[in-house]
């Protein structure tokens, strides 16, 4: 079901790095209880219980998969306001998945309507629901991951979350909490927002991030569109390039490369195989690159790169080593 315009952006209004998006509609999926070498390619829509609460996200497993050979996971996460089948279409990672040979699982914030509208994620200071609520998403995404081991061939050096605006948040997050679980991470258009920042393992990055983001500024600050009731102060995308490569133990220049409006900087040599990687748009607004806008009449994406091929390749060459 699509819900009018109108409706749409008086409920959006509430929440700060926005995505609006249709919300998922119950279809039939096959079952999720069989064993790991009977689970068939496709998608599924599952729920689990975690911190006491219902969860629920949109699973999908590429032709490829046996339930033999180990494959690598890619956790995708959607912006504020969004859901997981839009952030499905929205980045194409699915379709990346088949040809690529991986799992993608596109898990669902929480939300007032307690359903697949403007659902967040307590990003640490954004965004609405999740953070009034002091959702435990974390410990959620800690558990999906442990479900999904115990039910498929997963490479467990290999597991990984991107994520765009609120998302891309929470992808900084999760490198700094479940860094003993994820290898890489790829924020597009997020800030780092956790007032504290203690990974357990070096985590390889890829970020992002356009120069005329008025939600997620790119030199931090105050948002020039600002919706959410929550003051909110972001912190330049300098700063989380800064602290990764202190952090992994990167080298503390990058090697630049300009191509049009993309300038990739390149800073290698961290521990463990990490790197860090900031792809700069110039004139880029809030959107994922090569993809779909984030809502209805949102910004429009660059065209110059595809971010999901990118990350996709960034987190091939990336696996957690011990």
Not at 7 to 25: N, Y
Request: proline share 6%.
């Amino acid at each position: 079901m699509i819900y009018p315009v109108i409706a749409c952006i008086m409920l959006t209004a509430l929440f700060s790095a926005c995505q609006q998006a249709p919300p998922i509609t119950t279809t039939a999926s096959p079952s999720s209880t069989a064993p790991a070498v009977a689970v068939k390619p496709g998608d599924y829509e599952e729920t689990m219980v975690a911190g006491g609460k219902t969860r629920n996200y949109l699973l999908h497993i590429p032709p490829g998969y046996d339930g033999q050979k180990k494959m690598s996971l890619v956790i995708v996460l959607h912006g504020g306001g969004g859901n997981a089948r839009f952030t499905a279409e929205m980045t194409g990672m699915s379709v990346k998945a088949d040809t690529a040979g991986f799992i993608a699982v596109y898990p669902n914030g929480t939300g007032p309507l307690g359903d697949e509208r403007i659902l967040t994620w307590n990003a640490g200071n954004c965004c609405g629901y999740a953070l009034d609520n002091n959702i435990d998403d974390v410990g959620f995404i800690r558990e999906l991951i442990n479900k999904l081991e115990s039910k498929l061939a997963i490479d467990t050096a290999r597991i990984y979350a991107t994520g765009i605006s609120n998302g891309g948040m929470m992808s900084y997050r999760l490198a700094c909490e479940l860094a003993d679980k994820i290898a890489a991470i790829a924020p597009v258009a997020g800030a780092m927002g956790m007032a504290d920042c203690n990974p357990a393992n070096p985590v390889a990055v890829i970020i992002f991030h356009g120069t005329a983001d008025e939600h997620v500024l790119f030199e931090g600050g105050v948002p020039r569109q600002q919706l959410d009731t929550h003051p909110r102060i972001d912190k330049p995308v300098s700063y989380a390039v800064d602290f990764w490569v202190k952090a992994d133990g990167c080298s503390a220049t990058s090697a630049k490369e300009t191509k049009g409006n993309i300038v990739k900087s390149v800073y290698s040599g961290g521990k463990n195989g990490t790197e860090v990687i900031l792809y700069t748009i110039i004139g880029g607004k809030h959107a994922w690159p090569g993809g779909k806008s984030a809502w209805l009449g949102g910004d429009v994406p660059t065209k110059e790169i595809s971010a999901t091929d990118l990350m996709w390749d960034f987190f091939a060459s990336h696996p957690k080593q011990k």
